[in-house]
């Protein structure tokens, strides 16, 4: 899908979830090369910038929230292609991201790319709060009954934390090079956005170490609980074991073909050895409550 705005000063040309017609139009009319087009395709390709001819691509990558993937709350490649006149914005998936961009902010090709890098800085605060959230209520939820499927979706918070921490870390590397590449940050609102960018996506990545801590420490905690559960419930098991052992044992040894005490009063013999079982069992049984195991 193409979406074209002319500017005052360049012209944008916008690629949502482009199909083969889309990148053989990037090729034939936007002179776009297929080694680059390959990398757009790629979604695991990392943020970086090249040089290509007459185009310059920057690669960053802003998270998306995608239900059809193993890790819901993960990144997506974003390609800038830029030149004199021109850039071009290629995504695999719609990038709601530069819906946001106001018309004030697109007075030149710099200050475009550089509010493109500052609102993406943005969504990724956004979305590391509602991922603390999540945990928030994982936390509360074992608290009350430790269950597998919250235990899952800390484990997919934490996948979510790496791709982000990935994410974050090439993006600054990409604005710190952009800030070095002459003649691109030539204005004062340039150098203001780049700093403003370099701070949020700092910030970034100080909130996903830090929650990342946090969310070891969480799993780390139940773990032991989940450990303490198992070593209870094995204690458990194996007094009850021994207790009803304990009439098997007696009534066992009075099954033998041997000569028993009181075999010639069966019914005297049968009182005694009840009376027996019931003092062994009420023995364990009292050893076991006051040691609190069963």
């Not at 000063?9 to 776009?32: A, M, R």
């Not at 700092?202 to 969310?215: A, D, F, N, P, R």
Request: contains cysteine; aromatic residues 8%; charged residues 30%.
């Amino acid at each position: 899908m193409f979406d074209t705005e002319k500017l005052k000063t360049f012209s944008w040309v916008n690629v949502g979830n482009p199909d083969h017609t889309d990148f053989e139009k990037l090729q034939d009319e936007y002179k776009i090369d297929e080694d680059t087009i390959s990398d757009i395709l790629d979604p695991d390709e990392q943020p970086r910038i090249e040089i290509e001819d007459d185009n310059k691509v920057i690669i960053v990558r802003f998270p998306i929230v995608n239900r059809e993937t193993d890790t819901q709350w993960h990144t997506e490649p974003l390609s800038i292609i830029y030149s004199t006149s021109r850039v071009i914005t290629v995504c695999r998936k719609r990038c709601d991201i530069l819906d946001k961009i106001k018309k004030d902010e697109k007075t030149s090709r710099e200050e475009f790319i550089l509010n493109i890098m500052y609102y993406i800085a943005e969504s990724y605060l956004r979305c590391l709060k509602e991922l603390n959230k999540r945990v928030v209520e994982s936390k509360k939820n074992l608290q009350q009954q430790i269950r597998k499927r919250e235990l899952l979706a800390l484990l997919d918070v934490e996948n979510s934390y790496t791709l982000y921490m990935t994410g974050l870390k090439g993006n600054l590397s990409v604005l710190d090079k952009l800030e070095k590449v002459r003649g691109f940050a030539k204005t004062d609102e340039c150098i203001e956005l780049i700093e403003d960018s370099r701070i949020e996506l700092s910030q970034g990545i100080e909130v996903v170490t830090s929650y990342t801590k946090m969310l070891k420490s969480i799993k780390e905690t139940f773990e032991s609980v989940i450990n303490m559960n198992s070593n209870t419930y094995i204690n458990r098991l194996t007094m009850w074991n021994i207790i009803l052992m304990l009439p098997t044992l007696v009534v066992g040894y009075y099954g033998m073909n041997v000569a028993l005490p009181f075999a010639e009063h069966a019914d005297t013999g049968v009182v005694i050895f009840a009376l027996i079982m019931a003092l062994l069992l009420g023995y364990a049984i009292f050893v076991a409550l006051r040691r609190r195991i069963v």
